[in-house]
């Protein structure tokens, strides 16, 4: 039997299940609709909602997504496996408690308080999720860790419309947090703070959210808006689809990391004021998508989950060559190998110095591989109209490893620290 089955089968063991009866194939509690980026729903969503933490993969990936996210970046300090180690048994109690709600506990007054208080004395669940990401720098850092790195993990580079700043990118550790509103992931983030202060710095974080819109009628699905008014999501992979999810989401073992997904950020800041005065067909023929329904354009009187003809449209009449959707996804032979799943936040940061509104897409994707998934895909963005009106400014790239079992020795990352104290030592 391989690592990578003999790794599934201990985790399902651990969970109590057996592999034909197993309810966390896509790694979440509650991905079951088939549009991780549909938009919330005003009064769908209760603070009794309860994403369990547990399952062969990390909740938050294939999750449907909340109103609210984050992601923050640390600077991890660890000098040994055993500190990493401690890292994260450390990290995966706070995720047990804080996914899981109840009441604060009460210390002598004359001690700090256990909890920040702005949840009350009673936490709720409220849909919370963390993922974990792993950085690059984490594993270049240490010898003993540097033989484990992911295959394809790596700083993010450049491409030529970024203008990146160094204090928003990269990072040892990340934290993708989610939730039915923005107090449950500010008091995720500061009880994560509190309570590791020796062992991780905050480095960055940016937070957004997705506009909640009146209830739809059974089986109407529509995307969210982003802050250029389109639909962000249309062309979303189905996470319910759990042999494509194992293709194009899941990284193929044997090894530590099966059962992950590799992770791209990207902080993108909107020019929203030059936006706002382009007419509306160009704006439309730079998206490739209608702007009130987010149909394609070859199809500019149905929906966005119409699928574009661009076999019938080879010279670009119709959705151009050059707009945003058909240059990052073609939909030719082969295609499915650059398929990654986004789960996007609007963000509004303030104003700028130049007196702008500072406002734009803090973009997340997972996909089981980053080269042929957000890489191959923003290669072929390069160039693209939108770039006038679109500037990267921070981000990275991040390894979320596999899920854990609610086993209470199991705790996230367990695979990894495993496979380190396997390593042979050099003498």
Not at 229 to 238: E, L, Y
Not at 271 to 292: C, H, N, S
Not at 308 to 316: Q, T, V
Request: proline share 9%; with cysteine.
């Amino acid at each position: 039997m391989s690592e990578m089955n003999e790794s599934r089968r201990a985790l399902l063991k651990g969970l109590g299940l057996g592999l034909a009866t197993c309810p966390f194939a896509l790694g979440a509690a509650r991905a079951e609709t088939a549009q991780v980026t549909a938009a919330p729903q005003q009064g769908a969503a209760s603070a009794e909602d309860r994403v369990s933490p547990y399952g062969l993969h990390q909740p938050g990936i294939a999750t449907n997504r909340p109103a609210w996210g984050m992601v923050a970046s640390f600077d991890a300090i660890v000098d040994t496996p055993a500190d990493l180690e401690r890292l994260l048994r450390r990290l995966t109690e706070r995720i047990r408690f804080l996914t899981s709600g109840g009441a604060v506990p009460e210390l002598d007054p004359k001690l700090p308080p256990a909890d920040s208080g702005i949840l009350g004395p009673v936490l709720r669940p409220d849909a919370l999720t963390i993922t974990l990401g792993l950085g690059a720098s984490l594993f270049e850092r240490h010898p003993w860790l540097a033989p484990h790195r992911p295959a394809q993990l790596a700083r993010m580079t450049s491409f030529p419309n970024d203008a990146l700043d160094a204090d928003q990118c990269h990072g040892d550790i990340a934290l993708q947090i989610c939730a039915n509103t923005q107090d449950t992931i500010i008091h995720a983030l500061r009880d994560i703070l509190k309570n590791l202060p020796d062992q991780l710095v905050l480095r960055w974080k940016q937070e957004g959210n997705v506009p909640v819109i009146a209830p739809q009628p059974p089986g109407v699905v529509e995307s969210a808006r982003n802050f250029l008014g389109f639909r962000d999501g249309s062309a979303n992979p189905d996470p319910a689809d759990a042999a494509l999810m194992e293709r194009v989401l899941w990284v193929q073992g044997p090894g530590w990391a099966a059962g992950g997904s590799y992770m791209a950020v990207r902080v993108i800041r909107n020019f929203v004021e030059r936006w706002d005065r382009a007419p509306l067909l160009e704006q439309e023929r730079i998206m490739g998508r209608t702007k009130v329904t987010g149909a394609p354009l070859d199809h500019p009187t149905g929906s966005e989950a119409d699928t574009p003809e661009y076999a019938a449209d080879p010279a670009g009449d119709l959705t151009p060559l050059d707009s945003h959707i058909r240059l990052a996804n073609p939909r030719d032979a082969g295609g499915e190998r650059h398929l990654m799943l986004r789960r996007p936040f609007n963000y509004s940061n303030g104003v700028t110095r130049s007196g702008q509104l500072d406002q734009g897409l803090l973009f997340i994707a997972y996909q089981a591989s980053l080269n042929e998934g957000f890489i191959a895909a923003q290669t072929r963005l390069n160039g693209e109209p939108l770039e006038e009106y679109i500037k990267p400014v921070g981000g990275g790239y991040f390894f979320a490893p596999p899920g854990f079992s609610n086993a209470p020795d199991d705790y996230l990352g367990r695979q990894l620290i495993d496979a380190i104290g396997r390593t042979p030592s050099k003498t």
